[in-house]
């Protein structure tokens, strides 16, 4: 099976969701805190290294008090 991954696109969200982050003025360890998606997996989404889920995506998405299709608007 062949897999299925988008390096420019996970670059793009993870650009998106750092600039949000900053913008906010928040380290990565209070959207950790504030989204209860690990610190570790939040700095791998920023970097683009991995596909992350949709779960993930609405969790951070409230964490900014947006909605998914806002934090995917890039």
Do not use: C, M, P
């Given at each position: 099976m062949t897999?299925?991954?988008?390096?420019?696109?996970?670059?793009?969200l993870?650009?998106?969701?750092?600039t949000l982050r900053?913008?906010?003025?928040?380290?990565?360890y209070e959207l950790s805190y504030t989204?209860?998606?690990s610190r570790s997996q939040i700095n791998?989404?920023?970097?683009g290294q991995i596909n992350t889920t949709i779960s993930t995506l609405k969790a951070?998405?409230?964490a900014f008090e947006m909605k998914v299709n806002?934090?995917?608007?890039?």
């Open positions: 897999k299925i991954r988008d390096d420019k696109y996970l670059k793009a993870g650009k998106r969701i750092r900053e913008e906010k003025k928040l380290s990565t989204s209860n998606v791998a989404i920023e970097r951070i998405a409230e806002q934090l995917l608007d890039f």
